[in-house]
């Protein structure tokens, strides 16, 4: 308790960052050569607190560190914009990566995510997102006569209601397609993959099918498909109905027989729903689809309350480091819920914090824990 007591709400949170492996991401990468005063450590630090305070500019960044407790966590009394932007352009993007991906490897612990698998198929569920850029500051990513952008193609994990989490991004120029995307983010047999419209590719659908992936996709309203056979559904079932089709016309025509149901969503629309899974209840898979809904949360919560609003760079790899730097900032939020068991949402823990980051880490446990403490 002791050793909780001494450290800052801030460096509890920032704990699950191994020291040392961020040590051997620095060596290897050659970070903090020739550096002076901005070492790595303290450069991550301030990037995370900038995120977690919403801090809209370099400059903003800059005048933070006149806090005396920003100095004493970062060992720095002072920082230029451009000792800031030039460090965020620099850094290789995969050093941010492998601390994202080391952060999804401890949530998979704390989830027990290969114990579920031998419960229930976990979900992973794709989609996209596109971040829009200022078309004068950010000609590398135009997509439009008038506009500029990046698109996070994401894979989320969802184990059940209230656990959601990043596992996997790429990152590209908003103008890809989102199709070309599912070769890299589909690579675990093991579960069950959930996304939109946006990844329809008959063929890939083919070959999911034969090397064992499993697959919920909506399928568009004009798709041409051939009933094979029509499934029986329970009389109180919600689906309006369970086909065993081909997807396709004479010239294009998929070689496996998928499943195809039709159901109404919350507004009222009817659906076509496309599985390669024959083992599930027609109405289970109506909510494996429904799943779907979190990643559109994820997003939602990212651009909210995350500052990818207005990026500190202009270059592609500044940019691409912040999207990172804000994914790091969600799954350090994450442990936190899971390490205290805590009822209080991602996005609460991460408001206590702004509050009480240079409190005692004590104080601040004993806050999202919520119920759990009297």
């Given at each position: 308790?002791?050793?909780?007591?001494?450290?800052?709400?801030?460096?509890?949170?920032?704990?699950?960052?191994?020291?040392?492996?961020?040590?051997?991401?620095?060596?290897?990468?050659?970070?903090?050569?020739?550096?002076?005063?901005?070492?790595?450590?303290?450069?991550?630090?301030?990037?995370?607190?900038?995120?977690?305070?919403?801090?809209?500019?370099?400059?903003?960044?800059?005048?933070?560190?006149?806090?005396?407790?920003?100095?004493?966590?970062?060992?720095?009394?002072?920082?230029?914009?451009?000792?800031?932007?030039?460090r965020l352009n620099q850094v290789p993007t995969e050093f941010f990566?492998?601390?994202?991906?080391?952060?999804?490897?401890?949530?998979?612990?704390?989830?027990?995510?290969?114990?579920?698998?031998?419960?229930?198929?976990?979900?992973?569920?794709?989609?996209?997102?596109?971040?829009?850029?200022?078309l004068n500051n950010h000609k590398w990513a135009k997509f439009h006569?008038?506009?500029?952008?990046?698109?996070?193609?994401?894979?989320?994990?969802?184990?059940?209601?209230?656990?959601?989490?990043?596992?996997?991004?790429?990152?590209?120029?908003?103008?890809?397609?989102?199709?070309?995307?599912?070769?890299?983010?589909?690579?675990?047999?093991?579960?069950?993959?959930?996304?939109?419209?946006?990844?329809?590719?008959?063929?890939?659908?083919?070959?999911?099918?034969?090397?064992?992936?499993?697959?919920?996709?909506?399928?568009?309203?004009?798709?041409?498909?051939?009933?094979?056979?029509?499934?029986?559904l329970p009389e109180d079932s919600l689906v309006l109905s369970d086909?065993?089709?081909?997807?396709?016309?004479?010239?294009?025509?998929?070689?496996?027989?998928?499943?195809?149901?039709?159901?109404?969503?919350?507004?009222?629309?009817?659906?076509?729903?496309?599985?390669?899974?024959?083992?599930?209840?027609?109405?289970?898979?109506?909510?494996?689809?429904?799943?779907?809904?979190?990643?559109?949360?994820?997003?939602?919560?990212?651009?909210?309350?995350?500052?990818?609003?207005?990026?500190?760079?202009?270059?592609?790899?500044?940019?691409?480091?912040?999207?990172?730097?804000?994914?790091?900032?969600?799954?350090?939020?994450?442990?936190?819920?899971?390490?205290?068991?805590?009822?209080?949402?991602?996005?609460?823990?991460?408001?206590?914090?702004?509050?009480?980051?240079?409190?005692?880490?004590?104080?601040?446990?004993?806050?999202?824990?919520?119920?759990?403490?009297?």
């Amino acid at each position: 308790m002791d050793k909780i007591t001494r450290k800052t709400s801030f460096e509890q949170w920032f704990s699950p960052i191994s020291t040392e492996k961020m040590q051997e991401y620095v060596e290897s990468h050659q970070l903090n050569y020739y550096t002076k005063k901005l070492y790595m450590v303290s450069f991550l630090k301030i990037l995370l607190y900038a995120q977690l305070n919403e801090t809209e500019s370099i400059r903003a960044v800059r005048d933070a560190m006149f806090s005396e407790e920003l100095q004493q966590l970062t060992n720095l009394d002072s920082i230029s914009n451009s000792q800031l932007g030039r460090r965020l352009n620099q850094v290789p993007t995969e050093f941010f990566q492998q601390i994202f991906l080391d952060l999804v490897a401890q949530i998979h612990m704390k989830t027990e995510f290969k114990q579920h698998r031998k419960i229930s198929t976990p979900l992973k569920i794709i989609d996209s997102s596109t971040l829009p850029l200022n078309l004068n500051n950010h000609k590398w990513a135009k997509f439009h006569k008038t506009k500029s952008g990046v698109k996070l193609h994401l894979r989320l994990v969802y184990m059940e209601k209230d656990c959601s989490y990043p596992d996997k991004a790429v990152l590209t120029n908003a103008i890809e397609h989102d199709s070309g995307q599912l070769e890299v983010l589909v690579d675990d047999k093991e579960c069950m993959y959930v996304f939109d419209r946006g990844y329809l590719d008959y063929e890939r659908f083919d070959r999911m099918t034969d090397d064992g992936y499993f697959f919920v996709s909506r399928l568009r309203k004009n798709a041409v498909t051939r009933v094979m056979e029509t499934l029986r559904l329970p009389e109180d079932s919600l689906v309006l109905s369970d086909e065993m089709v081909v997807i396709g016309t004479t010239q294009n025509r998929s070689e496996n027989a998928f499943r195809l149901l039709k159901v109404i969503d919350s507004k009222g629309n009817e659906l076509q729903l496309l599985t390669n899974r024959f083992d599930l209840d027609a109405d289970e898979l109506a909510e494996l689809y429904k799943s779907r809904w979190a990643i559109e949360l994820f997003f939602k919560w990212m651009k909210q309350h995350l500052n990818i609003k207005k990026f500190y760079g202009h270059s592609e790899q500044a940019v691409h480091n912040q999207v990172y730097i804000a994914m790091i900032v969600y799954c350090l939020n994450v442990l936190a819920q899971l390490h205290t068991n805590s009822s209080y949402t991602y996005l609460e823990i991460g408001r206590f914090l702004k509050v009480s980051w240079w409190k005692s880490a004590h104080i601040w446990l004993r806050k999202i824990k919520g119920k759990c403490v009297p």
